[in-house]
């Protein structure tokens, strides 16, 4: 079993910049990719980045490459997303969450354990 715990959300004006933490507990496998998701009021879920933690390969969803950093502390089985030139659109609640896979994976079906979400607000 795995728990994944967020912070660092808040309120942020656009053009600022956020970082997000995901604390594991429990045993995090090599062959395990951890990312992030997130999802405001009335969409669906939407992939953000994730990371393998064997060799720290990395993937971004469109909307955010180039401006989010996703990078792990593997003795401090930390998850972080360093978020810059934040805009209104990336208001939602922010997620934290682990696949049993060795590669990285973009579709939250594919994810076993799930933190319970950090709220990040951008004002225009």
């Known amino acids: 079993q795995v728990q994944l715990v967020e912070s660092g959300g808040g309120l942020v004006q656009a053009g600022g910049s956020l970082r997000l933490s995901c604390v594991a507990s429990?045993?995090?496998?090599?062959?395990?990719?951890v990312g992030w998701f997130r999802q405001a009021p009335g969409k669906e879920r939407e992939f953000v980045a994730a990371i393998t933690w064997i060799d720290g390969s990395t993937g971004y969803g469109a909307s955010v490459k180039g401006r989010f950093t996703i990078s792990r502390d593997n003795a401090a089985n930390t998850l972080y997303l360093q978020m810059n030139s934040l805009k209104p659109e990336d208001t939602g609640v922010y997620y934290c969450?682990?696949?049993?896979?060795?590669?990285?994976?973009?579709?939250?079906?594919?994810?076993?354990?799930w933190g319970q979400g950090t709220q990040v607000t951008v004002s225009s």
């Open positions: 429990g045993r995090i496998f090599s062959r395990y990719c």
């Open positions: 969450a682990a696949a049993n896979w060795g590669t990285l994976m973009w579709e939250s079906k594919y994810y076993d354990y």
